[in-house]
């Protein structure tokens, strides 16, 4: 079975482009987060969805950043403008939400470089 | 304010050594403690999970131990093996299906 997919594996650009990140989560989930992780923070929830719809955003960390999922099968995470310090690994994962205590399934992440 | 926390940073066990990786929280309302192991350019993959109501719960070489009165859960894996070496972290549900992890534990397991 495909996990969820994730891309581009890498990306490196320039303080002050725009960057977008994709996730494709598992079919039939209708759960999907997107995660960061850092050396210094570890691992942070950035936003969340349930069936399309932004459940809690508060961990993205300034207006910069925005997130979307246009359908149940595909979300984008968005950092605008860019800066050095979003340099980081970026993940999502998708569960079968609604039903208590279902794992959450990762993909391999985006790894961003800001330079 | 970290909602998860675990210890130690890192860990160096023998290859057939038994490896303990602690974890503690404060909220109550926690329901959920999966633990989920991750390899270098891979994301986190879960590897066991246990409910609050259940004390312990064994998976092949892995084991969690949970003690809801002092608030705090641990993996222990029996007969670690060089493949077991990865970073190890835990986490606790909240809230229909906000996660919180904890900061991680590098594992290295010496042949």
């Not at chain 1, 002050?16 to 996730?23: D, F, P």
């Not at chain 2, 990865?86 to 594992?107: I, P, V």
């Amino acid at each position: 079975d495909a996990g969820v997919i994730q891309s581009p594996r890498h990306e490196v650009t320039e303080m002050g482009q725009e960057v977008t990140l994709r996730c494709k989560p598992i079919s039939g989930h209708n759960s999907l987060f997107w995660y960061r992780q850092t050396m210094m923070r570890g691992l942070e929830l950035l936003i969340y969805f349930n069936n399309n719809v932004p459940i809690d955003d508060s961990g993205m960390p300034e207006d910069r950043f925005s997130a979307k999922m246009p359908n149940a099968s595909f979300s984008t995470l968005k950092i605008q403008p860019s800066e050095p310090r979003d340099s980081a690994v970026y993940f999502c994962a998708s569960s079968l939400g609604g039903q208590s205590n279902q794992p959450q399934h990762f993909g391999d992440g985006t790894r961003l470089s800001i330079l | 304010q970290q909602q998860v926390k675990q210890s130690p940073q890192s860990l160096i066990v023998q290859k057939g050594g038994i490896s303990i990786i602690n974890c503690a929280y404060e909220n109550t309302a926690f329901d959920y403690f999966p633990w989920y192991q991750q390899f270098p350019g891979k994301g986190p993959a879960l590897l066991i999970a246990i409910r609050p109501d259940v004390s312990e719960k064994k998976e092949g070489r892995f084991t969690i131990s949970f003690n809801k009165s002092a608030k705090q859960f641990s993996l222990h894996i029996m007969d670690s093996q060089p493949g077991d070496s990865a970073t190890y972290f835990c986490a606790a549900k909240y809230n229909f299906n906000k996660f919180y992890f904890g900061s991680g534990t590098k594992l290295n397991v010496k042949p």
